[in-house]
């Protein structure tokens, strides 16, 4: 029900009126967004690669209205691909569609994607496309092999909780795609996704295991930017244990595949898999339309959500 209101509130304009005003949220989204520029977001990043984890970086912003903005973000991840190179940090680049106009015009989209996955492609990086809400999965998924016949660059998300997903996972995994599993974080209904966290959870692991069989023998390169085939994104010791046990068991070596986690969360779990040998890939991210990501953030943990509640109304 919480969940539920606060992914509610995250697509609704007179909350994000009203909770971007509020100093409390400024200050609570801070432990998620590394700052509001790129500098901030590669300062981050550089202080990851030196406790040895990795780093994508995320312009935030999603839901563009018109193509001069969508023009922008791409400018931006041109120049955080720029300052990747220059710097030598660790990091990749994660972005979002509607952030590059998905909902404007899907040519106008690939276009502006494009323009980022070439330019990736010349600096020897790589791109992740996040995945949004049903109604842009199958955009997102053929945009995604679009590109990654013409650059061979560019990952997709999948997400545990969609019926879909092992079908499309096979699918992708199969057109040697690089591929990020993560348990979704949109409100979506239940007869495209369960409803029970049980069930997701043991989809992730049924997928996790899938994805990792079809990584054992995929190529990888070790200079931290271009990711393995599989990414296991999550922060849930039962799933990351479950991923190590079914490894070990078939010995799928570490470099096979890497653990991600978001910016600000779990910070001990990231540090303590790095220790033991493992690939962790932190998602940064950075600007200033932090809004719908910081709700999402606070849905997907009630203790998140009663601490905001307590900041808000504390005098
Ligand atoms: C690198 C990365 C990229 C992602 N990309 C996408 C994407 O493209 N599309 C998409 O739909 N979703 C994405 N997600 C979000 C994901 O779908 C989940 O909503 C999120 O990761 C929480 O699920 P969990 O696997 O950590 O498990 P959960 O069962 O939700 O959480 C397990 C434990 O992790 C901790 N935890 C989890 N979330 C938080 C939090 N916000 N604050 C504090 N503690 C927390 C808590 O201790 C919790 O008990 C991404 C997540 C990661 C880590």
Sequence with gaps: MLQRTFLALSR????????????????????????????AAIAAARALNAKGLLATLDFLGESVTNEAEARRAADEYL????????????ANVSLKLTQFGLDLDYDFCLQNVRRVATHAR?????????????LHTDRTLALVRALHSECGNI?????????RSEADLLALADAGIRIRLCKGAYQEPPDKAYPNKAD???????L???????????????????????ALATHDEKMIAAA??????????HDRFEFQMLYGVRRELQERLAAKGYAVRIYVPYGT?????????????PANVWFFVRSTFAK
């Design 12 to 39: 609704a304009g007179w909350a994000q009126d009203l909770i971007t005003q509020m100093p409390v949220s400024r200050q609570m989204a801070r432990r998620f967004v590394s700052g509001e520029t790129i500098g």
């Design 79 to 90: 120049r955080a691909l720029d300052e990747i190179a220059a710097g030598g940090v660790r």
């Design 122 to 134: 010349s600096c020897g990086n790589f791109v992740r496309v996040d995945m949004e809400g049903t």
């Design 155 to 163: 990952g997709a998300v999948i997400q545990a909780y969609l019926y």
């Design 200 to 206: 997701v959870d043991a989809n992730y692991i049924k």
């Design 208 to 230: 996790a295991q899938l994805l990792l069989d079809r990584s054992a023998n995929a190529e990888r390169s070790d200079d931290g930017r271009i990711p393995p085939l599989a």
């Design 244 to 253: 190590q046990a079914y490894a070990e068991a078939h010995h799928i070596p």
């Design 289 to 301: 339309h932090w809004y719908p990501y910081f709700m999402r953030r606070l849905a997907e943990r």
